[in-house]
């Protein structure tokens, strides 16, 4: 019975993986190039006082071919943050510093919104470094007239921390998500980088606040409101947590929020009214969460079985673990199942499948958004991370399920907001 059910989850990864590597090969969509307007750019910042400079000098570095101003929303910060930005404001007269009450990064943003001197707007998260040529590439897709916001890709500024190796992955594929989802005009999300016509975005009444992802819950708005959304290949490097602390309380936040706007866009989801956001890409959002409340349990029970079952050694227990969390399990799995050790059973069948076509999606991502480095050998080891991603989006798809939404208290690793 269990191996029956794991099949059909496993089938389910195959069909999954496939059609976003058949929809990533779709020749990309030519976009007009050119569109050039006076941007407004918003920094909303929280205690950023370790980065707020390098972002502002990555902004103004930034290849821009007509006006751009740049507005920092201190969010009721303890730190020097504010300092900061007045002493770059003195000497840059395209800078300008606002301070609110600590009220959230949505009410941030929207107070620059009402701030703003131009009709089209960028927001960049305060501890970011934009690519060459990122703003130009992020605001070029809002020349067409019914697209509303555009987002960009969005990598993990690494260090010799693995965990940023990790996250950089991690961030790579999510941006490749998001690049399938705008070869089928399906985008649902824009997050931490993106531009916008202000307009647009005051119709909806401006960026929301009654959820913890604000970018998942506002591009739903404007998409139900009829607008467009794009995807660029412009680049933003961004922090990441570096300690396993602050990334699950960041991940947790993150499944708290998509739950919360998938409980507040329930006509969302599968309504043909919708397009292929209602029908594909939010739901496929959405079933990596039910994926993991089924999966997890199963794969423990998994584990713990087989290793109460065999009577190891202390070394023996080690290889145990190394097989099941890292990729020598997988390649072990094929060795031995390819040399006729292992029988190509209706189980194993679809789990070797799903996992060859997730790892040539990985490949597909990184060599179209990164370019390969020495590490990628950090996906050697990428399976507990995996596994507590899956955890956190099975626990949070429950605990959210049972629970009324919490506002949105801004703190981007985490903090205040879990």
């Known amino acids: 019975m269990i191996d029956t059910f794991l099949m059909v989850l496993f089938s389910s990864l195959?069909?999954?993986?496939?059609?976003?590597i058949i929809v990533f090969l779709f020749p990309d969509k030519k976009t007009k190039t050119?569109?050039?307007?006076?941007?407004?750019?918003?920094?909303?910042?929280?205690?950023?006082?370790?980065?707020?400079?390098?972002?502002?000098?990555?902004?103004?570095?930034?290849?821009?071919?007509?006006?751009?101003?740049?507005?920092v929303v201190d969010d009721g910060s303890h730190d020097a943050t504010a300092k900061i930005v007045r002493d770059i404001a003195k000497k840059n007269k395209n800078v300008r510093m606002f301070s609110i009450k600590h009220s959230g990064?949505?009410?941030?943003?929207?107070?620059?919104?009402?701030?703003?001197?131009?009709?089209?707007?960028?927001?960049?998260?305060?501890?970011?470094?934009?690519?060459?040529?990122?703003?130009?590439?992020?605001?070029?897709?809002?020349a067409a007239e019914n697209t509303a916001i555009s987002s960009g890709i969005i990598r993990a500024r690494t260090t010799n921390n693995p965990l940023s190796w990790f996250q950089d992955l991690d961030y790579i594929v999510s941006s490749s998500w998001r690049y399938v989802c705008g070869k089928l005009n399906a985008i649902y999300i824009a997050p931490g980088f993106a531009a916008f016509k202000k307009k647009f975005i005051l119709k909806v009444g401006g960026f929301s606040k009654d959820t913890l992802t604000e970018d998942l819950d506002t591009t739903l708005v404007l998409r139900k409101a009829g607008y467009d959304?794009?995807?660029?290949?412009?680049?933003?490097?961004t922090s990441v947590p570096s300690t396993l602390?602050?990334?699950?309380?960041?991940?947790?936040?993150?499944?708290?929020?998509?739950?919360?706007?998938?409980?507040?866009?329930?006509?969302v989801i599968f309504s043909k009214k919708r397009g292929l956001f209602g029908l594909y890409t939010f739901p496929m959002h959405l079933f990596w969460y039910v994926f993991a409340l089924i999966?997890?349990?199963?794969?423990?029970y998994w584990v713990v079985s087989v290793y109460l079952s065999s009577s190891l050694s202390a070394l023996g227990t080690i290889l145990f673990l190394v097989k099941w969390f890292t990729i020598y399990g997988i390649a072990d799995l094929f060795y031995n199942t390819l040399n006729g050790s292992y029988a190509l059973t209706p189980l194993l069948a679809p789990i070797m499948a799903s996992w060859l076509l997730s790892f040539a999606y990985l490949?597909?991502?990184?060599?179209?958004?990164?370019?390969?480095?020495?590490?990628?050998?950090?996906?050697v080891v990428m399976f507990p991370y995996f596994w507590i991603n899956f955890m956190i989006q099975g626990l949070v798809l429950v605990y959210e399920s049972l629970t009324h939404n919490k506002g949105?208290?801004?703190n981007k690793h985490g903090g205040n907001s879990v």
């Open 363 to 379: 490949l597909l991502s990184m060599k179209k958004f990164s370019g390969f480095s020495w590490r990628v050998i950090s996906y």
């Open 229 to 237: 959304a794009a995807m660029t290949s412009a680049v933003i490097f």
């Open 245 to 267: 602390r602050s990334l699950i309380r960041q991940r947790i936040r993150w499944g708290r929020g998509s739950i919360q706007s998938a409980k507040k866009h329930s006509d």
């Open 105 to 142: 990064k949505s009410e941030a943003i929207n107070y620059g919104i009402r701030k703003a001197r131009f009709d089209i707007i960028a927001y960049v998260d305060a501890d970011s470094t934009l690519g060459d040529k990122s703003l130009m590439k992020l605001v070029e897709p809002l």
């Open 295 to 300: 999966y997890m349990p199963f794969a423990i």
């Open 14 to 20: 195959v069909f999954v993986n496939a059609i976003m």
């Open 34 to 71: 050119g569109f050039c307007p006076p941007v407004s750019v918003i920094i909303p910042a929280h205690n950023e006082e370790k980065y707020i400079a390098s972002t502002i000098r990555s902004i103004q570095s930034s290849e821009y071919k007509n006006k751009k101003e740049i507005i």
């Open 408 to 410: 949105n208290v801004w």
